[in-house]
C-alpha cells in the first residue's frame, strides 16, 4: 500500500474565534470546531505529526472557545490508535513557555498530564518570553505546513514565516472574523490573480489557484466533502525542498561520478525514503524568476535543507554553501573521496562519498552521515540580547 506523503510531516493547525456574534456565529464556530477535529483524525491515520501550542483556554461570550490548541490536543490524545505503528516521531511538538503550566484549562489537565509524561511528545520551551510572536517563531521553525483557520494579526505573522522559510500556507475562510485579517484574508489574496502559488505549491495537474477554489468553505458544503478537499491538497503539496548545490560542468572530469552519486545514493534516500523534493537549478527545468540568480538564491532561501556537494571546487558553490550556512539553513556536506578542501571547511564534519562499493553500502554511509548532522546547530545561534 502507498504511504501517504503526510507521513511523518508536522501539521500546525492556528487560528481563533472573535468575540462578536455577529462576525462568528455560533454556529459557524461549531462548524470549524467539527471540521478540525475530523481533519485531525484523518491525518493521524495517515502518520502525520503535529505542532500544538500549550496555553490558557480563554473563552468568548457564549461560551465557545476562542482557540483551537486544546482541541487538537484533546482529539489528538483521544484517537491515537489510529495512527500507524511505524509512524515517525515525535507525534507532538509541545510549545510552551514558563507560564504555561499553571494556566492549563482543568478539563484538560488529565490530557496534558497523559501526552506530557508520553515519549511521542517533545517539549519545546519559548524560554521566558512571554511574547506571543516569540512563541510563534518556534512554533513556525517545527511545523512543515501551517493551516489557518479564523485569526488575525497573528496568524498573518506566522503564515509570514512559513512563508520566508518555504513551508505551504493553506488558508480556510470560515466565516469566524472580519474578511481583512487572518485566514479569511490570506484566503482572498490567494484568490486574487496569480498569489495562489505564493502560499502553496503542488505536484499535480491542478494549480495552486484551482485548489484554492476546491476548498473553499461555502454554505451547504458538507464536513466530510471539506475534510476530503483539504485532505488531497495537503497530499499534493510539493515535499519540503532540499536545495542540491553541485558540479554542473558536464565537461569536468568529475562529472560522472558526480552525477552517478546523486542518481544512486542521494535522489533515492532524500526523496524515496527522507520526503524530500531535490531541487536543482541546472537550466532544464521550468524557471521561475527572470535572473538564474534569482531562481537560485530564492530556492535556495525558502529550502528545508540543503546538499552541498564541494567535488570540483567550483566558486558559485562554495558562493551557495556561504548563503547556506548564514541563513542557517540544515547543510550536509559532501565530497567525492580525495577533494581538496579549502582549509575552513575542515572543521566542518562532511561525508566523504566513494565511487566504488555496492549501492545498498553507499546509500548506508550517505544515511549514518544524514541522520548524525541532520540536527546540527547554526555556525552562529541566534542569541537574543535579553534572555
Known sequence: MRRSALFGRRIHITGSVVDDISLATGAEVTRARDFVKALILELLSKGANFVIPVDAEKTRCDGNPICFDWLVWDAVHSNLSRRPPDAPGPLVIAVKHHKNEAQIPAEYRSVWNAMRASPQVEIVSAAHWNMASKRMEVQAQHGDILVAIGGGEGVLFLANLYHAAGKPVIPLNFCLGPTTTGASHLFDFGISGSNARRLFQTEGRNTPQSWLNRIEIYPGKSERDSVRDVLDLLEDLVPPKAFVVRLLNSTHPDYNDVQAF?????????????????????????????????????????????????????????????????????????????????????????HHWQNTGSTDDRKAAFRKHWDAIKNRPPLIPVDPLIP
Open 262 to 350: 546523486f542518481d544512486t545514493v542521494v535522489q533515492p534516500v532524500m526523496e524515496g525514503e527522507l520526503g524530500y523534493k531535490l531541487i536543482v537549478v541546472d537550466g532544464n527545468q521550468p524557471y521561475e524568476h527572470a535572473r538564474i540568480d534569482d531562481e537560485i538564491f530564492k530556492k535556495l532561501h525558502r529550502s528545508s535543507v540543503v546538499l552541498a556537494d564541494i567535488t570540483g571546487a567550483r566558486p558559485n558553490c562554495f558562493i551557495e554553501l556561504g548563503y547556506a550556512l548564514g541563513r542557517g539553513l540544515p547543510t550536509m556536506l559532501t565530497a567525492k573521496a580525495g577533494t581538496e578542501h579549502p582549509f575552513d571547511i575542515y572543521s566542518l564534519s562532511s
